[in-house]
Protein backbone atom coordinates (compact mmCIF):
# COMPACT_ATOMS: atom_id res chain seq x y z
CA UNK A 1 0.00 0.00 0.00
CA UNK A 2 1.28 3.15 -1.08
CA UNK A 3 2.83 5.50 2.05
CA UNK A 4 4.17 8.47 2.62
CA UNK A 5 7.22 7.76 -0.03
CA UNK A 6 4.98 6.80 -2.64
CA UNK A 7 2.74 10.12 -2.26
CA UNK A 8 6.18 12.20 -2.45
CA UNK A 9 6.98 10.48 -5.00
CA UNK A 10 3.63 11.17 -7.16
CA UNK A 11 3.81 14.94 -5.72
CA UNK A 12 6.81 15.69 -7.41
CA UNK A 13 5.64 14.15 -10.69
CA UNK A 14 3.06 16.64 -10.53
CA UNK A 15 5.43 19.48 -9.35
CA UNK A 16 8.09 18.55 -12.38
CA UNK A 17 5.33 18.55 -14.91
CA UNK A 18 2.01 20.01 -14.34
CA UNK A 19 2.71 23.17 -12.37
CA UNK A 20 1.71 26.51 -14.12
CA UNK A 21 -0.89 25.35 -16.80
CA UNK A 22 -4.05 26.32 -17.46
CA UNK A 23 -6.48 23.49 -16.71
CA UNK A 24 -9.49 22.91 -20.03
CA UNK A 25 -11.18 19.56 -19.09
CA UNK A 26 -11.28 17.67 -15.61
CA UNK A 27 -13.07 14.56 -16.53
CA UNK A 28 -14.17 11.04 -15.09
CA UNK A 29 -12.24 7.84 -16.97
CA UNK A 30 -13.66 4.66 -17.21
CA UNK A 31 -15.23 2.61 -14.61
CA UNK A 32 -15.65 5.07 -12.16
CA UNK A 33 -18.70 3.22 -10.39
CA UNK A 34 -17.60 3.04 -6.28
CA UNK A 35 -14.79 5.64 -6.23
CA UNK A 36 -15.10 8.79 -4.94
CA UNK A 37 -14.38 11.74 -7.64
CA UNK A 38 -15.50 15.10 -8.10
CA UNK A 39 -18.83 15.62 -9.55
CA UNK A 40 -19.66 18.25 -12.37
CA UNK A 41 -19.91 21.53 -10.35
CA UNK A 42 -16.10 20.32 -8.12
CA UNK A 43 -14.76 19.34 -11.94
CA UNK A 44 -15.70 22.87 -12.94
CA UNK A 45 -14.43 24.49 -10.16
CA UNK A 46 -10.80 23.17 -12.05
CA UNK A 47 -11.50 24.69 -15.19
CA UNK A 48 -9.66 27.91 -16.15
CA UNK A 49 -7.47 27.41 -13.37
CA UNK A 50 -3.68 26.50 -12.66
CA UNK A 51 -2.00 24.52 -10.29
CA UNK A 52 1.21 26.15 -9.34
CA UNK A 53 2.28 24.66 -5.87
CA UNK A 54 1.55 21.26 -4.12
CA UNK A 55 1.87 19.65 -0.95
CA UNK A 56 1.87 16.65 0.81
CA UNK A 57 0.75 15.35 4.39
CA UNK A 58 1.22 11.88 5.24
CA UNK A 59 -0.25 10.06 2.64
CA UNK A 60 -2.35 12.96 1.00
CA UNK A 61 -1.12 14.60 -1.82
CA UNK A 62 -2.28 18.29 -2.98
CA UNK A 63 -2.45 20.53 -5.91
CA UNK A 64 -3.73 23.77 -6.14
CA UNK A 65 -2.87 27.25 -5.79
CA UNK A 66 -3.26 30.14 -3.15
CA UNK A 67 -6.44 30.72 -3.65
CA UNK A 68 -7.43 27.46 -4.52
CA UNK A 69 -8.37 25.52 -5.61
CA UNK A 70 -6.90 22.49 -4.22
CA UNK A 71 -7.29 18.61 -6.05
CA UNK A 72 -6.60 16.21 -2.93
CA UNK A 73 -5.70 12.53 -4.05
CA UNK A 74 -5.29 9.82 -1.86
CA UNK A 75 -3.82 6.64 -3.52
CA UNK A 76 -5.70 3.69 -1.79
CA UNK A 77 -3.80 0.57 -2.29
CA UNK A 78 -2.58 0.53 -5.84
CA UNK A 79 -3.29 4.48 -7.07
CA UNK A 80 -0.87 6.69 -8.70
CA UNK A 81 -0.78 9.92 -10.31
CA UNK A 82 1.10 10.15 -13.84
CA UNK A 83 1.63 13.11 -16.25
CA UNK A 84 1.85 12.03 -20.28
CA UNK A 85 1.12 13.91 -23.31
CA UNK A 86 -2.25 13.26 -25.19
CA UNK A 87 -1.95 12.41 -28.81
CA UNK A 88 1.83 10.85 -28.05
CA UNK A 89 0.86 8.31 -25.45
CA UNK A 90 -1.99 6.68 -24.20
CA UNK A 91 -3.66 7.11 -21.02
CA UNK A 92 -3.41 4.50 -18.54
CA UNK A 93 -4.82 1.50 -17.60
CA UNK A 94 -7.41 1.79 -14.89
CA UNK A 95 -7.38 5.74 -15.28
CA UNK A 96 -10.20 6.91 -12.96
CA UNK A 97 -9.94 10.80 -13.76
CA UNK A 98 -7.74 13.21 -16.06
CA UNK A 99 -7.29 16.77 -15.61
CA UNK A 100 -6.27 17.98 -19.45
CA UNK A 101 -4.24 21.36 -19.45
CA UNK A 102 -3.58 23.60 -22.36
CA UNK A 103 -1.65 21.96 -24.89
CA UNK A 104 -1.22 18.19 -24.83
CA UNK A 105 -0.36 17.70 -21.06
CA UNK A 106 -2.86 15.68 -19.03
CA UNK A 107 -2.20 14.30 -16.01
CA UNK A 108 -4.27 10.96 -15.14
CA UNK A 109 -5.56 9.11 -11.59
CA UNK A 110 -4.72 5.79 -11.98
CA UNK A 111 -6.53 3.74 -9.64
CA UNK A 112 -7.20 -0.06 -10.48
CA UNK A 113 -8.83 -0.92 -6.94
CA UNK A 114 -11.01 1.41 -6.92
CA UNK A 115 -9.47 2.34 -3.18
CA UNK A 116 -8.35 5.89 -2.70
CA UNK A 117 -9.81 8.97 -3.80
CA UNK A 118 -9.81 12.39 -5.52
CA UNK A 119 -11.66 15.53 -3.89
CA UNK A 120 -12.03 19.31 -4.65
CA UNK A 121 -10.84 21.46 -1.77
CA UNK A 122 -10.67 24.96 -0.56
CA UNK A 123 -7.10 24.21 0.95
CA UNK A 124 -4.88 21.71 2.44
CA UNK A 125 -5.27 22.61 5.63
CA UNK A 126 -8.72 22.83 5.93
CA UNK A 127 -9.12 19.28 4.32
CA UNK A 128 -6.25 18.09 6.25
CA UNK A 129 -8.12 19.05 10.19
CA UNK A 130 -11.84 18.04 7.91
CA UNK A 131 -10.40 14.16 8.44
CA UNK A 132 -8.53 14.59 11.50
CA UNK A 133 -5.15 13.35 10.25
CA UNK A 134 -2.44 14.37 12.82
CA UNK A 135 1.22 15.53 12.20
CA UNK A 136 3.00 14.48 9.00
CA UNK A 137 5.65 12.23 9.68
CA UNK A 138 8.47 13.92 8.56
CA UNK A 139 7.46 16.97 10.31
CA UNK A 140 6.58 15.95 13.65
CA UNK A 141 8.96 17.38 16.62
CA UNK A 142 10.96 14.80 18.58
CA UNK A 143 9.19 16.12 21.61
CA UNK A 144 5.69 15.73 20.28
CA UNK A 145 5.93 12.06 18.99
CA UNK A 146 7.40 11.20 22.44
CA UNK A 147 4.60 12.62 23.96
CA UNK A 148 1.89 11.04 21.32
CA UNK A 149 3.56 7.00 20.86
CA UNK A 150 4.72 7.22 24.39
CA UNK A 151 0.83 8.23 25.59
CA UNK A 152 -0.64 5.71 23.69
CA UNK A 153 -1.55 1.99 25.80
CA UNK A 154 -2.02 -0.53 23.05
CA UNK A 155 1.07 -1.60 20.78
CA UNK A 156 3.55 0.50 19.19
CA UNK A 157 2.82 -0.79 16.18
CA UNK A 158 -0.69 0.10 16.11
CA UNK A 159 0.64 3.54 17.37
CA UNK A 160 3.12 4.21 14.53
CA UNK A 161 0.21 3.10 11.55
CA UNK A 162 -2.60 4.84 13.48
CA UNK A 163 -3.32 8.35 11.23
CA UNK A 164 -4.48 10.38 13.17
CA UNK A 165 -1.79 10.30 15.20
CA UNK A 166 0.84 10.66 13.19
CA UNK A 167 0.36 10.84 9.50
CA UNK A 168 2.47 8.40 6.33
CA UNK A 169 3.01 5.67 8.32
CA UNK A 170 1.70 2.33 7.19
CA UNK A 171 2.54 -1.09 7.81
CA UNK A 172 5.40 -1.85 5.82
CA UNK A 173 7.36 1.22 7.06
CA UNK A 174 6.48 0.52 10.44
CA UNK A 175 7.82 -2.67 10.61
CA UNK A 176 10.68 -1.44 9.09
CA UNK A 177 11.12 0.89 11.88
CA UNK A 178 10.61 -1.68 14.60
CA UNK A 179 13.33 -4.04 12.32
CA UNK A 180 15.80 -1.47 13.07
CA UNK A 181 15.10 -0.41 16.61
CA UNK A 182 15.20 -3.99 17.98
CA UNK A 183 11.53 -3.61 19.05
CA UNK A 184 8.90 -6.44 18.77
CA UNK A 185 5.43 -4.83 16.91
CA UNK A 186 3.21 -5.73 19.70
CA UNK A 187 5.28 -3.83 22.60
CA UNK A 188 3.05 -1.65 24.43
CA UNK A 189 3.97 2.18 23.46
CA UNK A 190 3.49 3.49 26.96
CA UNK A 191 6.15 0.95 28.27
CA UNK A 192 8.87 2.30 26.27
CA UNK A 193 11.09 4.94 27.72
CA UNK A 194 11.33 8.13 26.55
CA UNK A 195 14.96 7.96 25.55
CA UNK A 196 13.37 4.97 22.93
CA UNK A 197 11.50 7.19 21.57
CA UNK A 198 13.37 9.88 20.73
CA UNK A 199 15.45 7.45 19.22
CA UNK A 200 12.98 6.15 17.44
CA UNK A 201 12.31 9.34 15.61
CA UNK A 202 14.99 9.57 14.02
CA UNK A 203 14.54 6.10 12.84
CA UNK A 204 11.45 7.04 11.40
CA UNK A 205 12.44 9.99 9.22
CA UNK A 206 15.50 8.85 9.00
CA UNK A 207 14.01 5.75 7.08
CA UNK A 208 11.63 7.77 5.26
CA UNK A 209 13.42 9.79 4.14
CA UNK A 210 16.27 7.20 2.68
CA UNK A 211 12.95 5.87 0.89
CA UNK A 212 12.02 9.13 -0.15
CA UNK A 213 15.55 9.92 -1.84
CA UNK A 214 15.00 6.72 -4.27
CA UNK A 215 11.80 7.92 -4.80
CA UNK A 216 10.26 4.93 -3.88
CA UNK A 217 12.32 2.78 -5.88
CA UNK A 218 12.54 -0.30 -3.29
CA UNK A 219 15.29 -2.18 -5.87
CA UNK A 220 17.32 1.28 -4.37
CA UNK A 221 17.46 0.15 -0.63
CA UNK A 222 20.17 -1.66 1.24
CA UNK A 223 20.01 -5.37 1.26
CA UNK A 224 20.39 -5.74 5.16
CA UNK A 225 16.67 -3.54 6.03
CA UNK A 226 13.69 -5.61 5.98
CA UNK A 227 11.63 -4.44 2.88
CA UNK A 228 14.81 -7.23 1.13
CA UNK A 229 13.65 -10.18 2.87
CA UNK A 230 9.96 -9.35 4.32
CA UNK A 231 8.89 -12.91 4.37
CA UNK A 232 7.66 -15.38 6.53
CA UNK A 233 10.41 -17.70 7.11
CA UNK A 234 13.23 -15.89 5.50
CA UNK A 235 16.36 -15.58 7.26
CA UNK A 236 17.15 -11.98 8.98
CA UNK A 237 20.26 -10.12 7.41
CA UNK A 238 20.80 -8.09 10.27
CA UNK A 239 21.45 -11.00 12.87
CA UNK A 240 20.53 -14.58 11.12
CA UNK A 241 17.92 -15.22 12.76
CA UNK A 242 13.83 -15.73 10.78
CA UNK A 243 11.74 -13.69 9.74
CA UNK A 244 8.41 -14.38 11.34
CA UNK A 245 4.54 -13.12 10.81
CA UNK A 246 1.94 -12.15 13.11
CA UNK A 247 -1.51 -9.55 14.12
CA UNK A 248 -1.06 -7.01 15.90
CA UNK A 249 -4.59 -4.97 15.74
CA UNK A 250 -5.95 -6.54 12.78
CA UNK A 251 -2.93 -5.61 10.72
CA UNK A 252 0.06 -8.19 9.87
CA UNK A 253 3.66 -7.51 11.34
CA UNK A 254 6.45 -8.85 10.21
CA UNK A 255 9.58 -8.90 12.40
CA UNK A 256 12.66 -10.75 13.22
CA UNK A 257 12.30 -13.04 16.53
CA UNK A 258 15.59 -12.64 17.03
CA UNK A 259 16.83 -9.36 17.67
CA UNK A 260 13.44 -7.78 18.05
CA UNK A 261 12.70 -8.00 21.79
Known amino acids: MPELPEAEANRRRIEDECLNRTIEEAVPGEDVTYIDLPGDNERGRLVGRQFTETHRHGKLIFAGSKTGPWICV ?23 FLIRFEGSRTLAYRCPRKLGWLRVVDSPQAEIERIGFGPDAMAISRDDFVKIIGGTNGAVKSALIEQKKIAGVGNLWSDEILFKMGILPDSKASDLAASTLREMHGVMQDTLQSVVDTDADYSKLPDEWLISHRERGAKCRKCGGTIAKKTVGGRSAYYCGGHQS
Do not use: V
Not at 78 to 91: K, M, R, W, Y
Open 74 to 96: HLGMTGSLIPFDEGEEEPPSATK
